[in-house]
């Protein structure tokens, strides 16, 4: 009962994903832990739904936060992270982007063989069920039709989008029709994970259609506190479930897919990690692994907002909980209206200077006031724009805070450290600032919050050291390559371990330009190839 081929840890992107693809051979097992509970809540479902998730720690969100960043003035970050069944899939904001062609080959140069462009296409192309269909280039089609994961455009775009993309065109940006297809530069609208008005999370991509396969267990409420390891191959894990201890055994392999925090916590506590690392914590050595937490970065980003009379956007105002109670009824009639917005609605990837080849900015515009991660809230209605650094240089880590498997880690992104990050940034929010500033958004102009009209490089970078945090993109952690700071191999495979892999976005060498689902996806099912191949 307790033993499977495959045990997989953590049911988010990667995990729903790998355990859909390898549970398809009728002659294998499949065993997939979860530390949330299952993903039945409407808030999951319902795509508006993540701001109420999103903001605060609570059964589905581990809500971790960073330590004090110097590059931030010494503020601690917030990190939400999905903790229920499609893991950060069941709490994003569902945006699909694959990034630039050449983040893949970058890959390749950083010693991640079989990773390029056109080896991970095909993968990208797997996953997808585009609804608009094809874009072609070169003959070539970009996008993927039949896949598990439904894409689609948003059922109810919101009117106060347009404002965002007629100011892109009166400061004459690029547009695009397809960030995914034929051409990434310029200002577009997002394409969503979301099927019918309702989000199409990995877990419903390609956990739900599976569940009743009888080689396929799933275990909900289930914490993994450490893979065991014997004569150098990983047998299984302990696991933390309905108040016992149990172990699993993996008769094959052990995945772990916990996340770039969760999986390399789960080597640490394991003894797989840095020696003079682990013995602070009393950890016995398994096996020396240096670079195991290290090599942690992440989008930082800056959000301008304005107030606006506007009432569009989803607000808090007399109006806006009329609208909201309306559209209560139509959700539930027809999955449209305001509560299929994901929020970030448009947006746009852009240059930080001419002479650089591939964009390093990107934009979220939002139909709505955001304000320290929607922790803050504010009467009336607006928008905001947000602005992140697509290739940031800076490179924090991941550190055990004690032995104890429930204790939260030390999460240092090393936000802004490095000044060349500092300076996209800082290019970035003046873009930002140029775009809202535009005479597009006069009509519904309010006053703005925190920064001020005619600020000095000084001041911003002030201003951005106050203000900037995440955009909930963290990779990195578990990082796959050759060199003696990289953890697993080319074919995911923890260096020096026998039976154990790491399959989700810690595995990312470096951030892909843009948002960070759709690659974490493509990640999990060209490792569901290796693995199927490898058992043949
Ligand atoms: C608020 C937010 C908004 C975002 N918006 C977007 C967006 O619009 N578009 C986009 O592309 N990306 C977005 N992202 C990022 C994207 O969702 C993640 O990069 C992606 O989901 C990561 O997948 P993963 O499999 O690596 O980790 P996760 O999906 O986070 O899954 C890890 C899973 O492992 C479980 N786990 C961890 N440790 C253990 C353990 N010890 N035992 C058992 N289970 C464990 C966790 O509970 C979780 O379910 C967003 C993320 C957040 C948080």
């Not at 729903?16 to 993903?39: I, M």
């Not at 630039?100 to 056109?118: C, P």
């Not at 259609?209 to 302990?238: E, F, M, S, W």
């Not at 990082?479 to 026998?498: I, N, Q, S, T, Y």
Request: charged share 25%.
């Amino acid at each position: 009962m307790n033993s499977f081929d495959y045990v997989i840890v953590g049911g988010g992107s990667a995990g729903c994903t790998l355990a859909g693809r390898l549970s398809e051979d009728p002659d294998v097992t499949v065993c997939l832990l979860e530390a949330g509970p299952k993903d039945d809540s409407f808030l999951i479902n319902v795509p508006a739904g993540s701001a109420a998730l999103m903001p605060k720690p609570g059964k589905l969100n581990w809500g971790f936060e960073t330590v004090p960043q110097k590059g931030l003035n010494g503020r601690c970050g917030y990190q939400p992270r999905g903790k229920t069944l499609g893991g950060s899939s069941s709490i994003n904001a569902m945006i699909y982007i694959r990034g630039h062609k050449s983040d893949y080959d970058n890959w390749v140069a950083m010693g991640a063989k079989g990773w390029g462009w056109d080896d991970v296409l095909p993968y990208f192309k797997k996953s997808e069920n585009r609804e608009a269909g094809a874009t072609k280039l070169r003959g070539q089609n970009l996008r993927g039709k039949g896949g598990p994961l439904n894409v689609a455009n948003l059922q109810s775009p919101n009117p106060t989008a347009e404002y965002y993309l007629d100011a892109c065109d009166q400061i004459q940006l690029p547009k695009t029709k397809d960030f995914n297809g034929s051409q990434f530069e310029g200002t577009g609208r997002y394409e969503v994970t979301q099927k019918e008005g309702q989000r199409f999370s990995a877990a419903k991509a390609y956990l739900t259609p599976n569940l009743d396969r009888p080689n396929l267990t799933v275990i909900t409420d289930a914490t993994t506190t450490k893979v065991n390891v014997k004569d150098g191959r990983a047998i299984g894990v302990q696991c933390h479930t309905g108040g016992k201890d149990q172990t699993i055994n993996a008769i094959r392999e052990v995945i772990l897919c916990g996340g770039a925090f969760g999986s390399p916590q789960t080597l640490l506590l394991s003894g797989i990690g840095d020696k003079d690392e682990l013995a602070k914590h009393g950890i016995a050595c398994v096996h020396h692994l240096p670079g195991v937490g290290e090599n942690l970065h992440d989008h930082i980003d800056y959000i301008i907002s304005y107030k606006s009379k506007n009432t569009d956007t989803l607000g808090y105002s007399l109006v806006g909980i009329y609208k909201a109670i309306k559209a209560v009824f139509e959700y539930r009639k027809n999955k449209t209206g305001i509560f299929t917005s994901n929020f970030a609605e448009v947006g746009g990837f852009y240059k930080s200077s001419p002479d650089i080849e591939v964009p390093d900015l990107q934009t979220h515009f939002v139909v709505g006031v955001v304000d320290d991660h929607a922790r803050k809230s504010h009467w009336g209605h607006g928008y905001s724009c947000h602005v992140c650094v697509l290739r940031p240089t800076s490179r924090g880590s991941l550190k055990l805070a004690s032995a104890d498997p429930f204790a939260a880690p030390l999460i240092d992104p090393a936000f802004l450290e490095n000044e060349a990050d500092m300076e996209v940034l800082l290019k970035g929010v003046k873009l930002a600032d140029q775009i809202m500033k535009a005479p597009a958004f006069d009509p519904i102009k309010g006053k703005r919050l925190y920064s001020q009209d005619n600020m000095s490089d000084d001041e911003w970078r002030e201003e951005i050291r106050n203000r900037a945090d995440t955009v909930y993109h963290p990779v990195g952690t578990c990082k796959m390559g050759v060199d003696k700071m990289a953890v697993v191999d080319p074919e995911l495979k923890v260096h020096g371990l026998k039976g154990l892999r790491v399959v989700d976005a810690s595995i990312m060498p470096q951030l892909n330009s843009g948002n960070t689902n759709a690659p974490t996806i493509m990640i999990a099912e060209k490792a569901a190839d290796m693995i199927k191949s490898a058992r043949k």
